[in-house]
């Protein structure tokens, strides 16, 4: 097997100052962005109202009221002859034929 061409090359070297450069810009930046984050948050505030309080809200009784009972029977009455109707038509398609 051929041995790989040699070719010539400068070795490189890690200049410190421009690494310590690079991590001292990075961490500037994320100083600035979390200090500006805390600065808006204090300066604004949040309505005592906010969506995310975790407080019992105040309300009485129930949040949604059901129907009364004579809808509810209602519509009880008119789903179940929707079912008759149903059951009725497949058992004359299932050869059945009643009236």
Do not use: C, F
């Amino acid at each position: 097997m051929p041995e790989a061409a040699k070719l010539p090359h400068e070795p490189s070297r890690v200049s410190l100052p421009a690494l310590a450069a690079g991590i001292g810009v990075i961490a500037a930046a994320i100083a600035i962005s979390l200090g500006g984050g805390w600065l808006l948050l204090a300066s604004t505030g949040t309505p005592a109202n906010a969506p995310n309080n975790a407080v019992r809200p105040a309300i009485d009784g129930p949040v949604q009221e059901t129907d009364a009972p004579d809808t509810l029977a209602r519509y009880r009455r008119e789903e179940a002859a929707k079912r008759e109707g149903i059951e009725r038509a497949m058992r004359q398609l299932a050869g059945g034929q009643e009236r």
